[in-house]
Structures are given as structure tokens and as C-alpha cells.
């Protein structure tokens, strides 16, 4: 059977890319292998900031297998980020950027061992390592799709569960028999769990510390059933699906970059090696803000709060962009906090009887789309986008998680962020036809959780300002 028409051939044809991924008929990504709720959305969201939960992240990311004499050498010259003092045992977000600068995505880099790095995230940023890993006899990557995408749904490589809240600690103590490890925030060490070895992460997700567990697929359910176990006395929950996609509101990791690929003779070759069939192919984007060109959703470092991440003590691709871009102006990212009323008031539109009502919001996540983009407004004019919304049972608010203009970040300014997409709404099987509302909201900090900001943000920020690149 031959290779599949390339993503190059399926821009060509259609011509508006724009419309094209605002039209897919595909909507946010899902999170496969776990009921929707354990208990409730609303409890399980209560439970990381009070208590404890227990993520399980086996089934929803892809994951690459990076090994070899030039591994090191090879991520080094793809990503934004600064290896300097990058050691086994340690990990980092990756960050490689196009040609022009532009983000492709982030994922997490794993430094195994000696020559053996493990990257986990969507599969943008593991498809440009793959493109570029061809034909070099230094480096060998190994592929384990998502769940979702995969023809043999429970067959994975690793198992992934993070146990993160107040009581991580004490839940480790007891899977393990022995005191929780001390470690510094992205670095790794091992421990036995039902008796299997496991690799552990020091993190933290909706901005609670944490550890994440990994090990190979055989070992799932024994670690599993021990973590359960353990956390029994200490109050964990399990979190399911429903609840997951809401988490990183909490913690304010944008999760949704759209690859910037879809354009530029310089990724031209990249875009003639992907498929009809890879992610970037099949990626949907959604919301209120519709650019005159692709451009238009693609976004910078800054735009991300990857500004920090960004060294020039090596060559990589983008670089040369990058030092031109860093001299500003840059979007912030920020938390919007949506004024209740106005929420309530966009809710309430559901009880029309005639004529278009407001888009539908969903609870706890309203996202509807892969990658969705709203526009955010003062007076009417486009000042930022909102990337990512929901609710957060632990603030009693609506959220969203955006980049203004940086004069606009300050925290207290007023700004609206338009609900719905333009003329109807596009087709979608997440779209019902509506008409679009105004929703005020205050431009607030991201982290928009006070523990995210004092124990996770900052240390991550610590670090890499100081040069110390476990972080970065």
C-alpha cells in the first residue's frame, strides 16, 4: 500500500486552510481509557486543591522513544530551550519553534538515562523529531500513538499516572513503605510501587505539587491498584476524563498552540513528508477570532509564557527569528476571570424560544474545538485571544486562559471576550447554530491559583532565570 497523500497536496487543493480547520468535523481532544467521573467533575476538581487525586495519563498523550550516541546533540538543535546541565534523571518542557519562530508545541523531555530521552505530549512536536530524525544513523525514535488514534487501543508502551494535591506525599509515603523523596522540582528518581520499580517525576499540575509515576505497560495495574490502595486513608480521588481537561485552568499551561507549519517554503519538506492522516491534518480549530490568514493562530514563545525558555547559547532552528523577535513588542499570558453575571447572562440565553441562543457552555471545560481561539476585546478592537476556558469548582469562577497585549495585562483591567463563532457558527459536529455574545471579564495573573503561583510557577521561573535549565 502506498504513502497517503502528503498535508502539502491537501493545502493545495483546498486553498483556505482557515476555512478548511475551522470546519473539520472533529472536536477537542478526548481523554479515552477512564470514565468520564469517578464520582463528580465538581468533587474531583475540590479534591487536588484539598486532599489529593490520581491522574491517570496512560491513554491521551503520545509519546517518542529518542535514543542514541547523537540524541542529545539532535534535541538540542530543535528546541528553544537551553541544555546546559541537562542530566539524566532530570526533565524539561520542550519548545521548538518553525523556521519563522513560530511554535510547533511543547511536550515534556524526559532525560532517561545515558543516550535515552522519552518525549510526551501531542504529536506535533514528536512528528517534527521524526521528520528530522531521518536518515541520521545517530539517532533512532520510536513512535506509541494515543490511545484514541492507535488500532490497538490497550496496547501502550509506558503507564503514566500523576498523583498530585496537599496529600501527595503522604500517598507515596504509604505506596511505598519509606518517606516521599525530597526532590527539586523536574527531577526524577526511582521507587517500588506494588512491587514494580517506577520512575518518578517531582511536578505538579493545577498548580498542586505532585509527583508523576511512569514504568512499562505490563507493571499498569499493579501500581495502580497500590497507589489506590494507599490513598485511601489520605482522601484521593480518581479523576476521570471530564474533570482532566479542566486542570490546567488551575495551574494557566496553555495546552492548545496550533502547529505553525501550514505555511512557508522553508517547511515545505515537512509538510510534503506529513500525511492526510497526522494530527496536522485533522486538527480543528474553533471560537469567535477568525484571522485573514493561518498566520493568524500561529504564536510566538511570549505568546506562551515560553519567554523564559528562550536561549541563544546554541544553534537551533528559528533562532535567527527568535533574536529579532525578542526585542518585543509581546502578548502576556494571563488568566481571564469572566464576570458571573455575564456568564450567567450567556447561559440564560439557553431558555430562548425564538431566534439563534448564545453558543452552548459546557461545564467544567466549554472548550469545543482541538484548538480553540476567541477573540478578546476593549470598546470593540482586538487586544488579545483566549486559548483555553472553563470552570474551576475550586474558584467559583469561569476561566479562561489568554495573551493580551502587554499593556492590557495588568491585573484589573476590564476586557470582553467574544463568545461564539461569527455567522451562524461553522459546521462542526460541536457547533450547534447560535449567535455570538460579549462576556466581560478582568484580566487576572497566570497562574490564576495562589498555590500554582508561590509553589509552581515560581519554581519554575527560578530556574530559568538562573540559568538552572531542569525547568527550561
Given at each position: 500500500m502506498g504513502k497517503a497523500a502528503s498535508l502539502e497536496a491537501k493545502l493545495n487543493e483546498v486553498g483556505d486552510v482557515v476555512t478548511m480547520l475551522r470546519n473539520q468535523q472533529v472536536g477537542p481532544n478526548v481523554y479515552p481509557g477512564v470514565p468520564a467521573e469517578f464520582s463528580n467533575w465538581r468533587s474531583e476538581q475540590r479534591a487536588w486543591a484539598n486532599t489529593c487525586v490520581l491522574f491517570n495519563q496512560s491513554y491521551h498523550m503520545a509519546e517518542l522513544m529518542v535514543e542514541g550516541p547523537?540524541?542529545?546533540?539532535?534535541?538540542?538543535?530543535?528546541?528553544?530551550?537551553?541544555?546546559?546541565?541537562?542530566?539524566?534523571?532530570?526533565?524539561?518542557?520542550?519548545?521548538?519553534?518553525?523556521?519563522?519562530?513560530?511554535?510547533?508545541?511543547?511536550?515534556?523531555?524526559?532525560?532517561?538515562?545515558?543516550?535515552?530521552?522519552?518525549?510526551?505530549?501531542?504529536?506535533?512536536?514528536?512528528?517534527?523529531?521524526?521528520?528530522?530524525?531521518?536518515?541520521?544513523?545517530?539517532?533512532?525514535?520510536?513512535?506509541?500513538?494515543?490511545?484514541?488514534?492507535?488500532?490497538?487501543p490497550g496496547n501502550r508502551r509506558h503507564y503514566r499516572f500523576q498523583v498530585q494535591g496537599p496529600n501527595a506525599a503522604k500517598v507515596i509515603a504509604d505506596a511505598t513503605g519509606a518517606p516521599a523523596p525530597d526532590l527539586k522540582f523536574f527531577h526524577m528518581c526511582w521507587m517500588t510501587i506494588g512491587g514494580k520499580r517506577v520512575h518518578a517525576l517531582r511536578?505538579?499540575?493545577?498548580?498542586?505539587?505532585?509527583?508523576?509515576?511512569?514504568?512499562?505497560?505490563?507493571?499498569?495495574?499493579?501500581?495502580?491498584?497500590?497507589?489506590?490502595?494507599?490513598?485511601?486513608?489520605?482522601?484521593?480521588?480518581?479523576?476521570?476524563?471530564?474533570?482532566?481537561?479542566?486542570?490546567?485552568?488551575?495551574?494557566?499551561?496553555?495546552?492548545?498552540?496550533?502547529?505553525?507549519?501550514?505555511?512557508?517554503?522553508?517547511?515545505?519538506?515537512?509538510?510534503?513528508?506529513?500525511?492526510?492522516?497526522?494530527?496536522?491534518?485533522?486538527?480543528?480549530?474553533?471560537?469567535?477570532?477568525?484571522?485573514e490568514s493561518i498566520e493568524?493562530?500561529?504564536?510566538?514563545?511570549?505568546?506562551?509564557?515560553?519567554?523564559?525558555?528562550?536561549?541563544?547559547?546554541?544553534?537551533?532552528?528559528?533562532?535567527?527569528?527568535?533574536?529579532?523577535?525578542?526585542?518585543?513588542?509581546?502578548?502576556?499570558?494571563?488568566?481571564?476571570?469572566?464576570?458571573?453575571?455575564?456568564?450567567?447572562?450567556?447561559?440564560?440565553?439557553?431558555?430562548?424560544?425564538?431566534?439563534?441562543?448564545?453558543?452552548?457552555?459546557?461545564?467544567?471545560?466549554?472548550?469545543?474545538?482541538?484548538?480553540?481561539?476567541?477573540?478578546?476585546?476593549?470598546?470593540?478592537a482586538l487586544v488579545g485571544l483566549s486559548t483555553w476556558i472553563g470552570y474551576s469548582a475550586n474558584e467559583g469562577r469561569m476561566l479562561s486562559l489568554a495573551m493580551v497585549d502587554e499593556a492590557l495585562a495588568v491585573p484589573g483591567t476590564e476586557v470582553d471576550l467574544v463568545w461564539g463563532e461569527p455567522d451562524g457558527g461553522t459546521s462542526k459536529p460541536t457547533v450547534e447554530p447560535h449567535r455570538q455574545v460579549k462576556i466581560r471579564a478582568v484580566v487576572s495573573p497566570a497562574p490564576y491559583s495562589e498555590v500554582a503561583r508561590t509553589i509552581y510557577a515560581d519554581s519554575w521561573r527560578t530556574k530559568a532565570i538562573s540559568g538552572n535549565s531542569d525547568a527550561a
Open positions: 547523537g540524541a542529545l546533540e539532535f534535541l538540542n538543535g530543535l528546541g528553544i530551550n537551553s541544555f546546559k546541565g541537562f542530566v539524566p534523571d532530570r526533565a524539561k518542557q520542550f519548545v521548538p519553534v518553525s523556521h519563522d519562530g513560530y511554535v510547533i508545541g511543547d511536550v515534556i523531555l524526559f532525560y532517561l538515562a545515558d543516550q535515552k530521552f522519552n518525549l510526551v505530549g501531542r504529536a506535533p512536536t514528536l512528528n517534527w523529531l521524526m521528520f528530522h530524525a531521518e536518515g541520521r544513523g545517530d539517532v533512532k525514535v520510536t513512535y506509541d500513538e494515543r490511545t484514541a488514534a492507535r488500532p490497538d511536578h505538579g499540575m493545577a498548580g498542586q505539587p505532585g509527583y508523576e509515576l511512569m514504568g512499562p505497560w505490563e507493571d499498569c495495574d499493579a501500581v495502580h491498584s497500590a497507589l489506590v490502595e494507599a490513598g485511601r486513608a489520605h482522601g484521593m480521588a480518581l479523576v476521570g476524563g471530564r474533570t482532566y481537561s479542566s486542570n490546567t485552568l488551575e495551574s494557566g499551561w496553555i495546552p492548545s498552540p496550533l502547529p505553525a507549519i501550514y505555511t512557508g517554503e522553508a517547511m515545505k519538506p515537512y509538510r510534503e513528508w506529513l500525511t492526510v492522516n497526522h494530527y496536522e491534518a485533522r486538527a480543528s480549530i474553533g471560537g469567535s477570532y477568525v484571522p493568524g493562530y500561529y504564536l510566538s514563545p511570549w505568546d506562551l509564557g515560553y519567554g523564559l525558555f528562550v536561549k541563544f547559547d546554541h544553534e537551533f532552528i528559528g533562532r535567527g527569528a527568535l533574536e529579532k523577535m525578542a526585542q518585543g513588542p509581546h502578548r502576556k499570558k494571563v488568566t481571564l476571570a469572566l464576570d458571573s453575571a455575564s456568564v450567567t447572562d450567556a447561559i440564560y440565553g439557553q431558555f430562548e424560544k425564538t431566534g439563534l441562543r448564545p453558543k452552548y457552555i459546557e461545564f467544567p471545560s466549554a472548550v469545543y474545538a482541538m484548538h480553540p481561539f476567541d477573540r478578546v476585546e476593549v470598546e470593540g
